[in-house]
């Protein structure tokens, strides 16, 4: 495996890390046992895989509950990254509390904001954040879905570095290259990028906007346009793939590993088979030709959608500044 510093840290991440959504959502992502979950946790770790991404929305902490389950036994191997979205910087503290209980630990190593929200003062849950650093409860603190604006506000804010931002970045969703990602580099802070394969989109297994399931067509690239545009793409991506002889699932996730802004890759698994087939892929070589096809062949898409990076909202209504 390999390892990249995240931001201003002393947290070395794999380059391919384990999200766990699908810990705590049966609507979207259905049933998962825990014996499921544990076994790819641990498949994960002995994979050199050792970030593990969760948040208190998933599930309502279920996800949270999952994985702290799993790693017992095997806590001081793990990087657990986990995330509040609390609109009242008053309850941002008891959130963390519960969020250790639920995963059975004394520190979460990444504490992040899981949205900007903007009923109140970003300042004052920037505060909060920096003083559970303070207490020793998280280790570094982060955000999720920052835009440009509220990154402003974040990065010269207090003593402690923002070490990251999670955003959406795949083949299919390229919005925050020509803006946030030059901030990150500047201002040294990581990048770590979900949705990589887009929900499943990225895989090959669908062909058309009605295969792909209902409870996963709520991003842009479908409500939008109905995914008319991202299937179009898809069939070029596959070309390539197909010429190449290597499947799009890999070619998606070595072209995002191929930018250097990029400080780790959050990959979703289900099973153990799963998370040792995302490990593999850094042992495959893909000719940087290829990669470059790939960007000409998902240009049109990245123009179409514009640079608002809110994969789920547009206009008035982003979430992002």
């Known amino acids: 495996m390999e390892y990249r510093n995240l931001g201003k840290s002393d ?5 391919i890390s384990f999200g766990c959504w699908q810990f705590g959502s049966v609507e979207t992502w259905g049933e998962q046992s825990q014996a499921d979950s544990t076994e790819a946790v641990h498949a994960a770790l002995d994979c050199g895989i050792n970030l593990f991404d969760t948040a208190a929305a998933y599930g309502g902490g279920q996800s949270e509950e ?7 036994g095997r806590r001081s191997e793990a990087i657990i990254a986990s995330k509040q979205g609390s609109p009242n910087p008053a309850q941002i503290e008891a959130r963390c509390d519960h969020s250790l209980k639920m995963l059975g630990t004394d520190v979460i190593d990444l504490y992040q904001i899981h949205w900007a929200r903007h009923e109140t003062p970003l300042e004052d849950h920037l ?4 003083r559970l650093r303070d207490k020793g409860k998280i280790r570094y ?4 879905n920052f835009g440009l604006k509220d990154m402003e506000i974040t990065i010269p804010y207090g003593e402690h570095p923002l070490v990251s931002n999670q955003l959406p970045y795949s083949l299919l969703w390229r919005a925050i290259e020509d803006e946030i990602n030059p901030v990150l580099d500047k201002n040294t802070v990581g990048l770590l990028c979900y949705s ?3 929900q499943g989109l990225l895989t090959g297994r669908y062909k058309t906007p009605d295969s792909f399931p209902e409870g996963r067509r709520s991003t842009r690239v479908f409500t939008e346009d109905g995914g008319k545009r991202a299937f179009e793409t898809l069939a070029e991506i596959e070309k390539i793939s197909d010429k190449a002889g290597i499947s799009m699932q890999v070619l998606a996730l070595h072209w995002l590993l191929s930018n250097k802004t990029v400080s780790s890759v959050i990959t ?3 099973n153990a088979k799963q998370i040792r087939e995302n490990a593999a892929v850094v042992d495959t070589t893909v000719d940087p030709q290829i990669l470059n096809q790939l960007t000409a062949a ?7 959608m514009g640079p608002n990076p809110d994969l789920w909202r547009s206009g008035s209504d982003s979430l992002y500044r």
Request: charged share 20%; proline share 6%.
């Open 11 to 15: 947290l070395e991440v794999p380059v």
């Open 298 to 304: 998902t240009d049109s898409l990245k123009q179409a």
């Open 141 to 144: 603190f982060g955000v999720s």
């Open 268 to 270: 979703g698994a289900r």
């Open 127 to 130: 505060e909060v954040m920096h």
């Open 196 to 198: 990589p394969l887009m």
């Open 66 to 72: 999952v994985l702290g389950k799993a790693l017992k």
